[in-house]
């Protein structure tokens, strides 16, 4: 079993910056891939970017040049540096792991940019 606890969302203005984290607890495997997804009211939950064990990246189109994710294996975390956030950045964020067939989720942190 594993819990996922994300922190760092907020209100930012239009071309500002954030950094969200999540924290894992219990274990975490090499195989995982760990990544963050969002969702917009009334949109589905989308992929953000995800980043496996060995450093590989992925990013949805929307955010490349914009966002960074990164991981730490052995403090178990994984991190979202936000740039340059549009208002249509705005939505919960969720921290999530997959192994295999099974998913794990955090309980999501919210993000709003606003003027």
């Known amino acids: 079993q594993v819990q996922l606890v994300e922190s760092g969302g907020g209100l930012v203005q239009p071309g500002g910056s954030l950094r969200l984290s999540c924290a894992a607890s219990?274990?975490?495997?090499?195989?995982?891939?760990m990544g963050w997804y969002r969702q917009a009211p009334g949109k589905q939950r989308e992929l953000v970017a995800d980043?496996?064990?060995?450093?590989?990246?992925n990013y949805a189109d929307s955010v490349k040049g914009r966002f960074t994710i990164s991981r730490d294996n052995a403090k178990n975390t994984v991190d979202l540096q936000m740039h340059s956030l549009k208002p249509e950045d705005t939505a919960v964020y969720y921290c999530?792991?997959?192994?295999?067939?099974?998913?794990?989720w955090g309980q999501g942190t919210q993000v709003t940019v606003s003027s």
């Open positions: 999530n792991v997959r192994r295999r067939v099974l998913v794990y």
């Open positions: 980043i496996t064990s060995g450093g590989s990246t």
């Open positions: 219990g274990p975490i495997f090499r195989s995982d891939t």
